[in-house]
């Protein structure tokens, strides 16, 4: 057990959303924060999303929990990262009778997960965007927005390392070690800069590796149901909307446009695959997200095609289809599999990451006794440069 008048030391495994918001959090609960990523900050899934701060609009519906998740970390996220933030909100937009008659069920989904939506006619939101389809016959507005996915990872990662907190990038955790009664003692990793192995002895080790989670897990002998589940993003080179626009559907693939910068993002798809480290970019789903840009936005079909790429969701396994998984996420103690000291949190969406890590702070917490309760709530994060800027960086 840690030593009752040194701060405990966590290790953390993965630099995304998660991963930074979480080393954050411990930091400030008074935690030794020392977070490992293989790669860059944000180099797995977190810095290839849509980067759609979700009202809970897309799951009010299917996926309650996770609508309400949504909404409640939008409002935070809001205020405490504005910097990385445009707040246009959004529209879900119908176009069939079937769309039409979903939108009573969201309407009453919304209500439900309290997102302010208001029903507007067509001519208003053809005034509010006028690229949008024209032959719309229902719509609604929401309170979505667009962040920026480097920025918004850096933003937690840079006010952790003001806390204190040292980020190791291009750091890959190779072994998990233990003591002789089981319980988790550190990291062995590979520093990919100099080729060299190190180990950091730590008293917690939190796997927040997203999709990598199930082989990060079985470092320790574990098991984590975590189900990567890709999807492809098309970017488009003109910002062909000010708003995010959403198809008024059941989820389904190519239902959300974003503005980004100069661009406009079109996704997704959602389908199984293993190999987490190699995700082909299929030709037929580029052509359908095209096809369903063009259905919501119809001059997409004159942009030109900026790029196309895949990333996979750390989804939470259970059966059913990829689409029909839950969006809200999960914390697990591996104490109970022969493992304590070692906690996994996976599932969940960009917008939700402040509070999966405070919902895993507050589990790793109790697990040593520690009685410190979240800050992050109110805590402004940092510029983004800071990152980079700060002299307390590891490399
Ligand atoms: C196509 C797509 C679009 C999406 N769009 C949105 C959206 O618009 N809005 C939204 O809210 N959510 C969105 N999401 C969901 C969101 O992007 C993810 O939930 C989130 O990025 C997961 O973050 P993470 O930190 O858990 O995982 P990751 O970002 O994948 O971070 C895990 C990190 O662990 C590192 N790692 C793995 N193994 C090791 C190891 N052994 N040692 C060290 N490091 C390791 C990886 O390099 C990686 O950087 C989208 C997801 C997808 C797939």
């Given at each position: 057990m840690p030593n009752i008048n040194a701060k405990p030391r966590a290790a953390i495994i993965g630099g995304g959303f998660t991963g930074c918001a979480l080393a954050l959090d411990l930091q400030m609960r008074g935690f030794r924060v020392e977070l490992y990523e293989r790669g860059e900050i944000s180099a797995g899934t977190s810095g290839r999303t849509h980067g759609l701060l979700h009202s809970g609009g897309r799951y009010?519906?299917?996926?309650?929990?996770?609508?309400?998740?949504?909404?409640?970390?939008?409002?935070?996220?809001?205020?405490?990262?504005?910097?990385c933030i445009e707040f246009n909100g959004g529209l879900f937009i119908a176009l069939t009778d079937s769309?039409?008659?979903?939108?009573?069920?969201?309407?009453?989904?919304?209500?439900?997960?309290?997102?302010?939506?208001?029903?507007?006619?067509?001519?208003?939101?053809?005034?509010?965007?006028?690229?949008?389809?024209?032959?719309?016959?229902?719509?609604?507005?929401?309170?979505?927005?667009a962040f920026d996915p480097l920025r918004l990872a850096l933003a937690f990662a840079a006010t952790a390392k003001?806390?204190?907190?040292?980020?190791?990038?291009?750091?890959?955790?190779?072994?998990?070690?233990?003591?002789?009664?089981?319980?988790?003692?550190?990291?062995?990793?590979?520093?990919?800069?100099?080729?060299?192995?190190?180990?950091?002895?730590?008293?917690v080790i939190i796997n927040a590796t997203g999709a990598w989670a199930g082989s990060t897990a079985a470092l320790a002998h574990v098991d984590v149901p975590v189900r990567p589940t890709p999807g492809v993003m098309v970017a488009?080179?003109?910002?062909?909307?000010?708003?995010?626009?959403?198809?008024?559907?059941?989820?389904?693939?190519?239902?959300?446009?974003?503005?980004?910068r100069r661009m406009v993002l079109i996704g997704t798809t959602s389908f199984d695959h293993n190999d987490v480290d190699y995700i082909p970019v299929y030709k037929d789903q580029i052509d359908l997200m095209?096809?369903?840009?063009?259905?919501?936005?119809?001059?997409?079909?004159?942009?030109?095609?900026?790029?196309?790429?895949?990333?996979?969701?750390?989804?939470?396994?259970?059966?059913?289809?990829?689409?029909?998984?839950?969006?809200?996420?999960?914390?697990?103690?591996?104490?109970?599999?022969?493992?304590?000291?070692?906690?996994?949190?996976?599932?969940?969406k960009a917008t939700t990451c402040r509070l999966m890590a405070e919902k895993t702070a507050d589990l790793v917490c109790a697990s040593l006794g520690i009685q410190q309760t979240c800050q992050t709530r109110d805590q402004e994060l940092d510029s983004y440069r800071q990152y980079y800027n700060d002299a307390r960086s590891a490399m």
């Open positions: 009010c519906v299917e996926d309650v929990e996770a609508g309400q998740e949504c909404i409640q970390e939008n409002r935070i996220l809001r205020k405490i990262a504005k910097q769309d039409v008659a979903y939108g009573d069920k969201f309407a009453k989904g919304a209500v439900e997960c309290d997102i302010d939506v208001e029903e507007i006619t067509p001519a208003e939101a053809l005034r509010l965007e006028p690229n949008i389809n024209p032959a719309l016959l229902r719509a609604f507005q929401v309170p979505d927005g003001r806390y204190g907190a040292i980020f190791h990038s291009y750091c890959e955790v190779n072994e998990i070690l233990r003591r002789s009664d089981g319980r988790v003692s550190g990291v062995r990793y590979l520093n990919r800069h100099e080729n060299q192995v190190h180990d950091f002895d730590a008293d488009y080179d003109q910002r062909l909307v000010q708003r995010v626009i959403n198809r008024l559907c059941i989820p389904d693939d190519g239902d959300i446009l974003v503005p980004q095209h096809e369903r840009a063009a259905q919501l936005v119809p001059s997409v079909k004159n942009a030109h095609m900026r790029g196309a790429w895949m990333s996979a969701r750390p989804l939470i396994a259970s059966g059913g289809d990829a689409r029909s998984l839950t969006r809200t996420y999960k914390c697990y103690d591996h104490a109970g599999q022969g493992a304590p000291g070692l906690f996994t949190i996976t599932g969940g």
